[in-house]
């Protein structure tokens, strides 16, 4: 697909911001507006747990570390309904600890970003992970279709089968009766010819 049909795609897809801070929220809010996308921020893990079935975004990006919920524990809350390929889920933090890495891939992180990151590496990761949800989407949908064509070939073949022995039963039926009918014509004929008298005429040259 060319690149041009693929940002075009991505215009107005939808992001969610999880930050306690306000400065983060608006500085991410104005990166993202700029590239096309919906952005919608949500001060806590608490009111994204909340808000994102009827927000129904098509990316998170998840700041770890929060006051009441940390961004761990809202993303183990998250995957408990979604699946990653169905809600990708950035986390953001100034964590850069391997331990804090694997922390955040076991919590069900589809990626992770170590702050300050990069305007263009934050931009590619997240183009790069809807695009690859959407994907899958469209190959999940296609196989549902497939499965659904599939069935309904076999309930075609089980009325054309069904027609098909219902039409030979109608065709024998109407060969029996044409078959009775000749045979009761032909006993009808025979009683009538037995009826008749047996008479012999002769008939002289005057008549």
């Known amino acids: 697909m060319p690149i041009e049909q693929i ?8 992001v ?11 500085l991410l809010y104005t990166m993202l507006t700029d590239e096309g996308y919906n952005v919608a921020a949500a001060p806590s893990g ?3 747990l909340r808000i994102v079935s009827d927000l129904k975004p098509d990316l998170i990006l998840l700041d770890v570390m929060m006051p009441h ?19 990708p889920i950035v986390m953001l933090t100034a964590k850069n600890q391997a331990s804090d890495l694997v922390a955040g891939f076991e919590a069900g992180a589809s990626d992770y ?10 931009l590619a990761r997240i183009k790069t992970h809807i695009n690859l949800s959407r994907l899958i989407s469209e190959n999940r949908n296609l196989n ?16 054309l089968d069904t027609t098909t022995e219902h039409a030979d039963a109608v065709q024998a039926e109407l060969q029996q ?27 002289d040259a005057e008549g």
């Not at 940002?7 to 939808?14: H, I, S, V």
């Not at 970003?113 to 934050?122: A, G, N």
């Open 7 to 14: 940002q075009n795609k991505l215009k107005g897809a939808q």
């Open 16 to 26: 969610l911001v999880v930050d306690d801070t306000p400065a983060n929220i608006d």
């Open 46 to 48: 608490e009111i994204t």
């Open 69 to 87: 919920m940390t961004g761990y524990e809202v993303s183990q809350r998250l995957r408990e309904r979604f699946l990653p390929s169905e809600l």
């Open 113 to 122: 970003l170590t702050k300050p990151f990069s305007k263009d590496e934050l």
């Open 144 to 159: 549902i279709k497939q499965e659904e064509l599939a069935q309904e070939k076999t309930d075609l073949e089980i009325l």
């Open 177 to 203: 009766q044409a078959i009775e009918a000749l045979q009761t014509s032909e006993q009808r004929l025979r009683k009538f010819l037995e009826a008749m008298p047996v008479g012999v005429f002769v008939i």
